[in-house]
């Protein structure tokens, strides 16, 4: 018979704390959103035919970009983090 101990955390974040959670919540979204948004805009520049893409409606990146994949964009946020600090934290 095994036995399965739990323990259950309740943070209580000072006012400050709380300010700065937001901060870094706030950091990773945007953070997050950027890299979806450079891999959205990637498939969607390859959605559609050459001859047939709207020039209003499609994203029009130069054929020879790179699929951003996971190794690229890690290496994107580690420069990303030397230009801006606050990404660091």
């Known amino acids: 018979m095994t036995f399965t101990l739990t323990y259950e955390f309740k943070l209580k974040p000072t006012a400050h704390q709380k300010e700065i959670f937001q901060q870094w919540l706030e950091t990773n979204r945007q953070v997050y959103n950027y890299a979806l948004g450079e891999r959205k805009d990637w498939y969607k520049s390859r959605a559609c035919a050459l001859n047939s893409c709207s020039i209003k409606g499609q994203y029009i ?29």
């Open 61 to 89: 990146i130069p054929a020879d970009t790179p699929r951003p994949t996971f190794a690229i964009q890690c290496k994107a946020l580690t420069q990303a983090k030397k230009q801006y600090p606050h990404i660091k934290r």
